[in-house]
């Protein structure tokens, strides 16, 4: 079955189940037969219509997404998308909302630009959120990106960044330094290396000597003079905003308890 099919036919699943009017008008209909309106006949065929459009629709914006997205992961360059806006789409992935950002996207290889982009959001969104940058990869238009979940975690700080270096001496702690990594992101993905939870490159001189180059040019700033966009920019959601979306976050079962308290409680003190 084609990933099209296996869309549709649960998206329609959803959409006749949820808005049973349709069908429940043509059932009621037949049953009655010959005594039926025919307003409910044709009201029946027409909200029916409506749900099988609707999931259509939706199935056929979920693969081309899809399909864009396994390009932009395949080809795309890496770069930072800084968010400006955001608002609910009211959609739901595999039991986890959809959102969609504003994001003023920035990185080594890309000039600057602004675009909007949907995704469905994982559990670590939360904390990429509040610092308000996320990882994407940039299309070859420049003017398309598609979320990375996987730097995002990076940039954010929620992953480790550590460059240990014998020729140093010394370990450079780079975690949540978005524009130190994504260049480092970069050279990675320049070079076909995978960004995996530890990375040796001390069989590649030359991708050695760049990556370290940008760990020392970042490592060896002081925390004040760090680079600006290292650091966690201002959260301008209100209390009311951001404790929705921590509800949210609970009640789809996307962070545990003791997450969501930690959580609440900073937002709270930091009001």
Known sequence: MSPFLKVFLKSLAFMLVAGAVGPAFLIIYFLMGDEGPS??????IGWTAVDIIAAYAFARFSVNSAARTS???ASGVPGLGHIVGMHETGMLINDRRVVKFTLRVTGPRVSEFTTEVSSALPVIASGAIAKGVLGVFVG???AS??????????YAGTMPAKFESTADGRTYDLTGNAEALVQIVDVLRRNGIALNTMIDVRSNPAVRDEVMGIVRRYGDVPAAAAPSSSTPQADTRTLTQRL???DALFSGGRITREEYDRLRAKAIDTA
């Open 140 to 142: 070859d238009d420049g």
């Open 244 to 246: 929705t979306e921590l």
């Open 71 to 73: 390009v932009l992961q």
């Open 39 to 44: 307003w409910m006949l044709w009201n029946g």
């Open 145 to 154: 990106a598609s979320i990375d979940w996987d730097a995002t975690g990076l």
